[in-house]
């Protein structure tokens, strides 16, 4: 048994797509699917959150890199650094990216980086999958590796959100039948400000997921932007 749910669950989840997928397919489904629509999307939210060529940026939880690999045709990163517990993931990933960005298996609360290393962090679809104080570690310990007034995004589902709530039922459909690949999580915004304010930082911005078009696409996640006190 694995220390951590998320290791046993993503471990086996992306075996099991692995062996029942061609490559490029398993690593698209692994993330979600629609590697390069909610890559490119979601990488317009991370220059949209201010993430411009020349800084150093941090994609925790990059799975098989469908956003740094969007990312990359949009800004010129000076360093990259992207972590996951699936080693098979981070192995594809590389493979899609630009030569420097770096790619570590990680599977422990914390971040494995020096204090004050990034200028941007971002997560998608990612704290969707952990329990809310594993959240709240990962959120401290983000702080810790984000310089000063350095930005965190992050998208997440909430209930209060309509469209979301039908991805609520599918999970508990799922769950009932004891068939859930992972878990799924939801938290409300009351709750991410809290969050913020003891981890030291301020939400700047919350953007509705299923309504907010980007090059006329949603992303269906809301997401959260963090600045760092
Ligand atoms: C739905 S996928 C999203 C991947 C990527 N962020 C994207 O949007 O394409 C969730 C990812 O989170 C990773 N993950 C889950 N728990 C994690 C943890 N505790 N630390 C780092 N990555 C984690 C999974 O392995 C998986 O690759």
Redesign the pocket.
């Known amino acids: 048994m694995a220390q ?1 749910h ?2 046993e ?2 471990e086996r989840h ?1 075996n099991e797509l692995v062996s029942q997928h061609p490559l490029d397919e398993a690593m698209s489904l ?3 699917g629609g ?1 390069e629509l ?2 490119d999307i ?1 990488s317009q939210i991370v220059v949209y959150a201010g993430a411009k060529s020349g800084m150093d940026v941090f ?9 740094a690999h969007a990312l990359a045709k949009k800004v010129d990163l000076k360093s990259f650094l992207g ?4 080693q098979p ?1 981070l192995d594809y990933a590389k493979t899609k990216t630009p030569d420097h960005y770096r790619f570590v298996k ?2 422990a ?1 914390s971040v494995p980086a020096p204090d004050e290393s990034f200028d941007i962090t971002y ?4 704290f ?3 329990l809310q104080a ?1 959240c709240y570690i ?1 959120l401290q310990d983000i702080a810790r590796v984000l310089k000063p007034r350095g930005t965190f995004v992050f ?1 997440f589902l909430e209930l209060s959100e309509g469209a979301h709530w039908g991805i609520f039922q599918n999970t508990v459909d799922t769950q009932r039948a004891l068939q859930a690949p ?1 878990l799924n999580m939801f938290i409300e915004r009351s709750q991410i400000k809290i969050w913020a304010k003891h981890a030291g930082f301020k939400v700047t911005e919350i953007i509705d997921g299923p309504s907010k078009r980007w090059n006329g696409h949603a992303l269906g996640q809301t997401v959260a932007i963090l600045k760092k006190h």
Do not use: K, M
């Open positions: 951590f998320f290791v669950d993503y992306v692994a993330v979600g590697y909610i890559g979601a994609d925790f939880g990059c799975g098989s890199g469908r956003v972590t996951d517990i699936v993931l990680h599977q609360l997560a998608f679809s990612v969707t999958h952990l594993e990962y998208s992972h």
